[in-house]
């Protein structure tokens, strides 16, 4: 199997109350990192994945300095959708929140960060 290589492009912006992030995966799909403030001491972090063929599994990590907080298997839905939210300790100075899925299927890549507080 050849490996897939791309460039992940980041748009978007990261605020004090929110921050979002969006771009292309190596392939077809698109992808989007959200993080916001859930309380004074947790962050919620969604990422999503579209564009992907369905049924398909994705392997899903998610970092906030490099700290891992969650690694599961998502399978795409029937809409080529995988969305996945976990919530995350807040913690001090800016947090780098990163976002990966690969899906071994297809060799696809989607990622992602984004700087918070």
């Known amino acids: 199997m050849a490996a ?14 929110g921050g979002r992030r969006e771009g ?11 993080v916001d403030r859930r309380d004074a001491d947790t962050l919620r972090v969604r990422f999503r994945i579209e564009k992907t063929p ?3 599994a994705w392997e899903i990590f998610l970092s906030d ?20 939210s976990k919530t995350t300790r807040d913690r001090s100075g800016t947090d780098k929140v990163k976002a990966y899925g690969v899906s071994r299927a297809t060799g696809e890549v989607c990622s992602g960060s984004v700087a918070f507080g």
Do not use: M, P, Q, Y
């Open 65 to 84: 300095n490099g700290n891992r907080f969650l690694a599961t298997t998502k399978t795409a839905n029937s809409d080529g959708e995988v969305r996945v």
């Open 4 to 17: 897939c290589v791309g460039v992940t492009l980041f748009a978007g912006v990261a605020g004090a109350s």
């Open 54 to 56: 369905a049924g398909k």
């Open 24 to 34: 292309s995966c190596t392939v077809h799909g698109e992808w989007r990192l959200e």
